[in-house]
């Protein structure tokens, strides 16, 4: 007895032109983009996430990216192109041209301060973010160094600007400006110290701190304008003053020693004082000058890794 069986077999169903929907990375929701944006991805990725499309950069627009790490990174200026060094390995080539011609004087918080001839302005590298600020009233402005109180989107935040004195000087000038004022103010400041090469603030005293390559210190006070000098000495003695700073002197000549990353490329000096935290600790870097003997001399800067996109109100002090 013979059966024939019929075997049923699976056809593929092609849909007609008409139902194929294309589907792209540009057309996943917006949602989920600005999700993915805010919450997982670090600096180097954030930017490479906005350089994808025209579609996931308006949806990052919104996003601040932060990364993990705490320590600053340090930016070397080559004309309109700039190295980033992340650590002593990892480095990352970025076209800045607005660091070409200005120089930094001040770095904290994620964002530079610049001079440019008598402008100066905040500028966060790598959104290009730009607050502009009062003219600068000082004529002399080869060697100053900066310092903000707080990220300048911040309503009480308030700058420092110090003119190093020449030889025939005996007082410091310091002009502050703060956010909502249309001019800076200039106060003199006593001081024993010889030479400005850091800077930074602090909270609890309303007060701005100066440090020197020696080991002194300068404390401006906002709010009687007065000023001490300090010796900073390491010591045991719990009697002695203590101040909430660690400072360091050396760590770009460290960094580049150390960064296999970097080449043989010469670092003439450092600039833009960055104070940062580290296991409950503030440091304050200070600016260096390298004295390097080689032809290719560069400038470098430290910078908090960090993005900011600004509204219409932060664009303007």
Not at 277 to 287: A, D, R, Y
Request: with cysteine; net charge negative.
């Amino acid at each position: 007895m013979s059966s024939n069986l019929e075997c049923e077999t699976d056809h593929e169903v092609i849909p007609s032109k008409a139902q194929r929907v294309a589907t792209t990375w540009s057309d996943l929701p917006w949602e989920l983009l600005e999700f993915i944006a805010k919450n997982y991805l670090a600096l180097i990725d954030f930017l490479s996430f906005r350089g994808v499309c025209k579609d996931w950069k308006l949806a990052s627009s919104r996003c601040t990216a932060e990364i993990e790490s705490r320590d600053p990174w340090l930016l070397v200026v080559d004309k309109s192109t700039c190295i980033l060094l992340r650590d002593s390995v990892r480095k990352y080539n970025i076209s800045i041209p607005e660091l070409c011609e200005a120089k930094c004087i001040g770095s904290n918080h994620g964002w530079l301060l610049l001079l440019k001839e008598s402008s100066v302005f905040f500028f966060c590298p790598f959104s290009r973010a730009k607050i502009e600020l009062p003219n600068f009233p000082c004529p002399e402005t080869f060697d100053l160094v900066a310092v903000f109180s707080s990220p300048p989107t911040s309503q009480g935040c308030i700058v420092a600007i110090v003119s190093n004195r020449t030889e025939h000087e005996k007082d410091f000038k310091v002009y502050v400006l703060r956010r909502g004022f249309s001019s800076w103010t200039m106060h003199m400041m006593s001081s024993a110290i010889k030479t400005v090469i850091g800077a930074a603030y602090c909270d609890n005293d309303n007060s701005f701190y100066f440090f020197d390559a020696f080991d002194c210190l300068s404390i401006f006070s906002l709010s009687d304008q007065s000023s001490k000098t300090w010796r900073l000495v390491t010591s045991q003695d719990k009697s002695l003053e203590t101040i909430p700073f660690s400072v360091k002197k050396n760590e770009a000549r460290n960094f580049i020693a150390m960064a296999s990353a970097f080449g043989n490329v010469a670092l003439s000096s450092c600039h833009g004082t960055i104070v940062f935290i580290c296991e409950g600790l503030s440091h304050v870097v200070c600016n260096e000058n390298l004295h390097t003997n080689a032809y290719q001399k560069l400038q470098g800067v430290w910078i908090h890794p960090r993005f900011f996109e600004l509204s219409p109100q932060d664009s303007t002090w």
